[in-house]
């Protein structure tokens, strides 16, 4: 059941449900003073829920998943492997990158395992939000 008031990521601030306010832990603002009376009175705020990790990230934060060893390893493959080219160059060129339920993105990275580029292990662990 929602509480009048959910705590949030910023620990000198609570969310106020009814209209989404953020209230700054100020006395001089009443809005708070209303905050503390709730406490006061025995209400207890919901908790903080982080948001979930994102799905889709910048091509650049993508690439600074894989280690140095596996960059270089991908660069030689992608000299001799047409499809890891292509999926490299794609993949810079869109900007961004998909990490779950992007069937593109989940062969690219197949083959990537296929050519001993990184393992099964390390593509779930590139792979995961």
């Known amino acids: ?17 009814a209209d989404g306010a953020i209230v700054p832990f100020d006395p001089a603002n009443s809005d708070y003073q ?3 009376q709730y406490i006061a009175d025995g209400g207890v705020p919901d908790a903080y829920v982080p948001p979930p990790p994102p799905t889709q990230l910048p ?7 894989f280690t140095q060893p596996e960059m270089l390893s ?4 992608a000299a001799t ?6 999926g490299l160059t794609l993949g810079l060129a869109t900007g961004t990158i998909t990490l779950v339920d992007d069937l593109v993105v989940q062969n690219w990275m197949a083959s990537l395992v296929t050519a001993g580029c990184i393992s099964p292990a390390r593509m779930t662990e ?4």
């Open 1 to 17: 059941m929602a509480h009048e008031y959910q705590l949030v990521a910023d620990p000198s601030a609570v969310r106020r449900n």
């Open 126 to 129: 590139i792979l995961t939000p």
């Open 74 to 77: 991908i660069q030689a493959a």
């Open 81 to 86: 492997n047409p499809a890891i080219a292509l």
């Open 59 to 65: 091509t650049l934060a993508f690439m600074q998943r």
């Open 34 to 36: 209303a905050y503390v």
